[in-house]
Nanobody, 125 residues
């Protein structure tokens, strides 16, 4: 079984940067695709970014491309999301996710088996 714990959320001003971390445990963590989703109350969860265990392959939602960067350190069982030029519309609960790798990085919640409890990111205008 895999357990994921997010950290790094908080309150920032528009234009600021913030780094999220996700620490994982479990024997299969290092071989899984990792990613981040976010959710605003009343809306469905939205794919933000994903990264494969090997090959340096990443994927981003169009809304964050060029501003956010996902990375991972398999030796530390940790995945990161560096968020730059934050906007008020980035305000959401951010969830760390993991799942067995497919040919492509999944942008659907159905593509991931394990989810963290989430961390709140609030961007003021």
């Amino acid at each position: 079984q895999v357990q994921l714990v997010e950290s790094g959320g908080g309150l920032v001003q528009a234009g600021d940067s913030l780094a999220l971390s996700c620490a994982g445990s479990g024997r299969t963590f290092s071989s899984y695709t990792m990613g981040w989703f976010r959710q605003v109350p009343g809306k469905e969860r939205e794919f933000v970014a994903g990264i494969k265990w090997s090959g340096g392959v990443t994927g981003y939602a169009d809304s964050v491309k060029g501003r956010f960067a996902i990375s991972r350190d398999n030796a530390r069982n940790t995945v990161y999301l560096i968020m730059n030029s934050l906007k008020p519309e980035d305000t959401a609960v951010y969830y760390c996710v993991s799942g067995p790798e497919d040919w492509d990085i999944s942008t659907s919640v159905r593509g991931y088996m394990y989810w963290g409890k989430g961390t709140q990111v609030t961007v003021s205008s």
